[in-house]
């Protein structure tokens, strides 16, 4: 995984509430088995109008956010499906960092196995942050070493993260990696809970 | 010890590691493994030269893909197809149990589950997909993984996992004729809102959830991934044993005696603490029709479309008004006033036998509408059989609905059951999001029977005083 330290780009901003994976990334793009090449289906059906032509008026459209790498949106970006097309799509758009009030669960996580580092503002930073971001090149800086995000005015927004998944990702780390390095405490565990538990470890014969 | 919820027993029993900052790296009990979200899983596990560590403890299924129409006949699409056998490779490849496509017990990854006695009470459940909360239903921590924790849990047969907050919901009172587990869910996150529970384990508890069969317990946590929750769960009791006991891959014999025996431990001690607590009066909930693009915009069939000018939060504003754009409803029209064109009754809601014999009850000797296309998709194979043995697609067809082959189907539209531009659906499944059954389409949410009677009269009635 690509690590995430610090980002200096330019911002697209998309304002809509309850942005779903379906949005980001509708079925007809689920059928492939690569992780690549899917950029053409990111907000597939928000960037076309009814004719099928190119919306012009669609924030992605427009050549300024062409090399945008940090979306700002709004609460609870990524809800419904679990799919990781979702970041896997931002990604290939060349987005490496998602700023919104609040994330959906699961989205979230998923940002983190593909080096997106979502940032959870409060609704006035966010609301800020659209102002400034009207302007043509508004620039935004991610530092997630410090936990920040600095608007072009130099105004710091501080944001929380966990610990452990901050360090995951400054790092680049293998999660796989970092379970199998506790394999010993695996086989402790499984051997005290097949004595505990052992209609747990029924397993399936093929 | 002190009193500790279902969930906290459940998430204390998997810790097999805890980082300073309380990150936990959980022990996964079982993996269930679908088509479209596994692919790279499986491509990645083999770049890294690494196996499953318990390859008997995952079992897959194909079903977002597969046609619901005559499987003989193969799939159309290549690329679906190729998807489906890439499944089937990988599962030959690495050990794994699978139903394939044309086997009697293939169906909707989380209606098989349980209907195999695969899903047990105190074990944790994963699946690369958002409704894994279903599971909960038995009193197991069951949630939705991306496709990179689906290659962690098969490598590691563990997830790394913050510890979410607990929140109970509470249901008491008596739930009026014809209203359902659907309604209940629906009527719930209308309440909290779809990231109401963002961040939660939700609890189910209180008289109404007791009186649940287990398949409307499935129904409700079913949709708990809709208020945003990572999972939502139903403490296990007499009924969750009796529904467990001789499927086929349940424990049996003395495994089982000892296992039902652990499960009563499972249920939450008096007096532990839930870090919130909502309460909903069952008699207050009427049947259930989402309005708008996003599940939590609902209200009663007794209700109207809202207006969004009446709306003072801005926010909510501009939302309902961009839902109404996309579903083609002016404000204030009674929800009983809105003309349908198809009715889906499937997917992992509302697609189990009891949904299907309440549904046909309803259907027998009624005819659909002419101006609606009906369509029934069992939930699996082996609900299909149940249902033909008991003469229910008899039923169905007879009434003019089309009854097919098990699978997700236009619950999300990635075969070819799909929406037209424009068209409007009562669908009972879990998501109306814009495009979701289909680009352009509009979808209503409902309960099976509301969907027969919308089926029937062409329109949404309030299934309370349909004749
Ligand atoms: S039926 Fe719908 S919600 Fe359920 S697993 Fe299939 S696509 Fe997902």
């Known amino acids: ?206 | 010890m002190a009193a500790q919820t279902l969930f906290e027993k459940i998430w204390d029993a998997h810790i097999v590691h805890t980082e300073p900052d309380g990150t936990t790296l959980l022990y996964v009990d079982r993996q269930l493994v679908h088509e479209v979200t596994s692919p790279q899983a499986f491509e990645s596990l083999k770049l890294a030269g690494r196996k499953p560590r318990r390859p008997g403890a995952t079992l897959a299924v194909p079903d977002h893909n597969v046609p619901t129409t005559d499987r003989k006949l193969g799939i159309a699409d290549p690329v679906s197809a190729k998807q489906i056998q890439t499944l089937e490779e990988n599962c030959r490849d690495f050990g794994i149990t699978i139903f394939g496509m044309n086997d009697a017990r293939q169906g909707i990854v989380h209606v098989i589950g349980p209907e195999q006695g695969f899903t047990l009470p105190g074990m944790t459940i994963v699946c690369g997909d958002s409704h894994t909360s279903t599971h909960g239903a038995f009193g197991a921590l069951a949630f939705g993984i991306g496709t990179s924790e689906v290659e962690h849990v098969l490598a590691t047969q563990c997830l790394i996992q913050t510890r979410p907050r607990t929140m109970e919901i509470r249901v008491d009172g008596k739930l009026s004729d014809h209203c359902s587990a659907k309604d209940v869910i629906l009527a719930i996150i209308g309440r909290i809102g779809t990231a109401g529970g963002t961040g939660y384990v939700i609890e189910y508890t209180g008289s109404v959830i007791r009186g649940l069969t287990m398949e409307g317990r499935m129904t409700l946590c079913n949709m708990s991934i809709e208020a945003g929750a990572r999972a939502g769960m139903v403490a296990p009791d007499e009924k969750t044993a009796a529904y467990i006991k001789g499927r086929p891959m349940a424990p049996a014999g003395d495994l089982f005696d000892r296992a039902v025996k652990a499960w009563r431990d499972l249920p939450t001690d008096p007096g532990a603490k839930y870090d919130l607590t909502i309460e909903l009066n069952a008699e207050q909930i009427a049947p259930q029709v989402t309005w708008g693009t996003s599940p939590g915009m609902v209200t009663g069939v007794d209700g109207k479309v809202p207006d969004p000018k009446a709306m003072s939060d801005e926010k909510s504003r501009k939302a309902a008004e961009r839902a109404l754009e996309y579903m083609g409803l002016t404000p204030n029209t009674p929800m009983t006033q809105i003309n349908i064109d198809k009715v889906f009754i499937g997917s992992c809601t509302n697609s189990r036998i009891e949904d299907l014999r309440l549904a046909a009850s309803f259907a027998k000797g009624k005819k659909v509408a002419q101006s609606v296309h009906a369509m029934v998709v069992p939930g699996s194979g082996l609900v299909k059989h149940q249902a033909e043995q008991e003469g229910l697609d008899k039923i169905f067809r007879d009434a003019g609905f089309e009854w097919r082959e098990a699978g997700c189907s236009m619950c999300l539209a990635m075969n070819a059951d799909v929406l037209q531009p424009g068209e409007r659906c009562a669908s009972t499944s879990n998501r109306n999001f814009e495009g979701r059954q289909g680009a352009g389409g509009r979808t209503h949410l409902v309960s099976p029977i509301m969907a027969v009677a919308a089926a029937v009269e062409g329109h949404f009635v309030d299934i309370r005083h349909w004749k």
């Open chain 1, 1 to 206: 995984m690509q690590a995430f330290t610090t980002l200096t780009g330019l911002v697209a901003p998309l304002d809509r509430v309850n942005v779903d994976t379906d949005q980001i990334i509708p079925k007809q793009f689920l059928k492939t088995i690569k992780r690549t090449g899917l950029r053409e289906g990111l907000f597939y059906d928000w960037r076309k109008r009814k004719d099928g032509s190119q919306d012009p008026d669609f924030f992605l459209n427009q050549p300024r956010y062409k090399h945008a790498s940090i979306l700002l949106t709004r609460d609870n970006f990524g809800c419904g499906s679990s799919r990781e097309h979702a970041p896997w799509a931002l990604l290939d758009q060349g987005f490496r960092s998602v700023i919104a009030p609040s994330f959906a669960d699961i989205f979230y996580n998923n940002c983190f196995q593909n080096g997106i580092l979502p940032v959870v503002l409060k609704a006035d930073e966010v609301q800020a942050l659209f102002k400034g971001a009207s302007k043509e090149g508004c620039q935004l800086t991610v530092d997630l070493a410090a936990q920040t995000v600095t608007a072009p005015d130099g105004t710091k927004y501080r944001f929380d993260i966990d610990p452990f998944r901050k360090d995951c990702l400054y790092r680049g780390l293998d999660a796989i990696g970092l379970s199998l390095q506790h394999a010993l405490a695996i086989a402790a565990y499984e051997k005290r809970r097949l004595s505990d538990a052992p209609w747990l470890f029924t397993d399936l014969a093929r």
